[in-house]
């Protein structure tokens, strides 16, 4: 069964409800809908375009476009005639741009008018594997007519759906290999697991080149023959609004966001009422127990917290029905298999600490072209099943069953929901001019969780604002530094490692 499937029984029951319904209130603040009857049609129309510009099964076809109908499109369309979908994170830059269309090496890349600029930061070598770059502004141009089919492709359920682009340990990202059916894993998993409802209408504001917004969010919702409310991006008033006065019965989101409703919901009188929510969900990052309880206080409503991964789509989650613990991502996914081991690889009994393994339908096969740090990911025990080492430490209540994460094993930041690696912005800061040694730390931070910040052996003094602008040329904003530290050298043990634990208690001249 490939993916597109998923949407037979709604397409059956309900052709003519609204299955996607788009608002930029930005610009044209008319609604865009599709109904799932209109939605199969025009996914078969951007199929056949598609396909008549050579895309075939197997095809990788990268997306650098916002969330809008088109995305949902041109996505449906990729995966129908077993093309790859590649997203890459809109606020990247040209030196990530550039290392996934190196790596994943698509025939196609589509985009939106607005992103040109970004585009044209790019060298012509960068481009030069691709056969098309086009804009979905322009998409009348280019689309094939009205009633077009594609001719049918045969797409199994282990044939690649998506390849998504991880921050990666070694400096440059590693594109995670996701299947038809490790999505129809997480999805199947989710539908049960959270009670999704056909009448359910689902407030969509994270980004759909993400798996919490396309594969929790979308694909969910289409399967469950629910509606999408999708946004451009997360805003406030407009959320507060459509959570309180709005149809939404969901809404899903990253604790940064939740950070910024309770802030805003404690100054509002009379406090906006969202009774008519069934749920709300957080991910992609630690929600703080605090921000978990003053969210219950001012809403009346317990966040949902659940546990997932690029490589894993969804793994933990606490229940619909039964006790939402703050601080814990409760228990296993229906499907999901779940180890906490020590560092030889022992299990490990309830109460101890250890990293947290898995394994299921739902985990990913490896790495785009890469079987090295696909081999350094997995283990198999001695009945030969193949266990993901998810580098996330963990601990089981023995209680409760239920699972707290407890940090990283690796030195990963997670700001607002995105991941960074230090290393790859290390590995930028030392092509700067004057720049000899640098290393990037995380620091505790009460709107984004964590922040990247830099520690800096120079010549001599640095221009640090150009610093700044060029870096935010090349990399992702989020990536930046948000403050630089300047040393005569960086603490490093006998083995000449860096030791970053000591970096933020060392001596250091702040930003000057
Ligand atoms: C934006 N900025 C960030 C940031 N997002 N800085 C740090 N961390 C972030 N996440 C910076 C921008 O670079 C910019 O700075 C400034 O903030 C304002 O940008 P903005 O575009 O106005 O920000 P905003 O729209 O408010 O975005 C915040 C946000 C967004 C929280 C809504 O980051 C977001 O949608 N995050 C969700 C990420 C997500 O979906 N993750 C799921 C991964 S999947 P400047 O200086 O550049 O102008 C996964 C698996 C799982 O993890 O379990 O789900
Ligand atoms: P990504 O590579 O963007 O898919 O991010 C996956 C990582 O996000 C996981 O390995 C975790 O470290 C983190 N993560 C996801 N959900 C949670 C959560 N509920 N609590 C803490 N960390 C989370």
């Known amino acids: ?112 008018d607005r992103q040109q600029a970004v585009l044209d930061e790019l060298d012509p070598e960068d481009r030069a594997g691709l056969e098309h770059v086009l804009s979905v502004d322009q998409a009348a141009n280019w689309l094939a007519p009205e009633d077009s089919t594609p001719e049918p492709a045969m797409v199994h359920g282990d044939d690649l759906a998506l390849i998504m682009y991880t921050s990666g340990t070694t400096g440059r990202s590693k594109g995670a290999m996701i299947s038809h059916n490790n999505v129809l894993a997480t999805v199947t998993g989710l539908l049960a697991a959270w009670a999704w409802q056909a009448d359910d209408v689902l407030f969509l504001v994270l980004p759909l080149f993400h798996t919490h917004g396309l594969v929790v969010g979308l694909h969910c919702a289409l399967a469950a023959g629910a509606t999408t409310r999708l946004r451009p991006r997360f805003q406030l008033e407009e959320t507060v609004r459509e959570l309180s006065s709005g149809p939404a019965t969901l809404f899903f989101a990253v604790p940064t966001i939740y950070v910024r409703l309770v802030a805003a919901l404690r100054e509002m009188e009379p406090r906006p009422d969202f009774s008519r929510m069934r749920l709300f969900c957080s991910g992609s990052a630690p929600l703080a127990a605090e921000t978990h309880q003053e969210f219950t206080a001012l809403t009346g409503h317990q966040i949902l917290e659940r546990y997932g991964m690029t490589e894993t789509g969804m793994n933990f989650s606490n229940p619909y029905a039964g006790p939402r613990i703050p601080g814990t991502v409760g228990t296993p996914l229906p499907g999901v298999f779940a180890r906490i081991v020590d560092d ?38 001695a009945q030969g099943n193949r266990w993901f080492h998810t580098g996330d430490l963990a601990r089981m209540d023995p209680e409760t069953g239920y699972v ?83 040393l005569d050298a960086l603490p490093r043990n006998a083995m000449g490692k860096v030791q970053k634990h000591l970096l933020r208690s060392s001596q250091s001249t702040p930003t000057p």
């Open 404 to 486: 707290t994460l407890l940090g990283r094993r690796h030195e990963l930041i997670i700001s607002g929901g995105f991941n960074i690696y230090p290393r790859e912005i290390e590995e930028l800061l030392l092509t700067y001019p004057g720049v000899r040694e640098a290393a990037v730390v995380g620091e505790p931070h009460p709107e984004w969780g964590e922040v990247p910040v830099a520690y800096l052996v120079t010549d001599g003094p640095v221009d640090e604002a150009a610093l700044v602008a060029w870096a935010k040329r090349e990399l992702a904003g989020f990536k930046v530094p948000r403050r630089f530290y300047y």
């Open 344 to 381: 030889q690889g022992n299990d490990l009994p309830p109460g101890q600490e250890g990293e947290l393994l898995v394994r299921g339908s739902n985990v990913f096969d490896g790495y785009w072209q890469d079987p090295e740090k696909t081999a350094a990911s997995f283990s198999h025990d």
């Open 1 to 112: 069964m490939d993916l597109t499937r998923l949407f037979t029984i709604p397409l059956q029951r309900t052709p003519d409800k609204i299955a996607l319904e788009f608002v930029d209130p930005t610009a044209d603040p008319t609604p865009v809908t599709y109904t799932y009857r209109e939605l199969h049609r025009a996914a078969d129309r951007w199929a056949a375009s598609l396909q008549a510009l050579g895309v075939t099964k197997g095809d990788r076809v990268a997306f650098y476009m916002g969330n809008r109908p088109e995305f949902v499109l041109a996505y449906l369309a990729v995966i129908r005639l077993g093309g790859i979908m590649v997203p890459i994170n809109l606020r990247y830059r040209r030196r990530e741009i550039r290392h996934i269309l190196h790596d994943a090496t698509p025939r196609l890349l589509l985009t939106e």
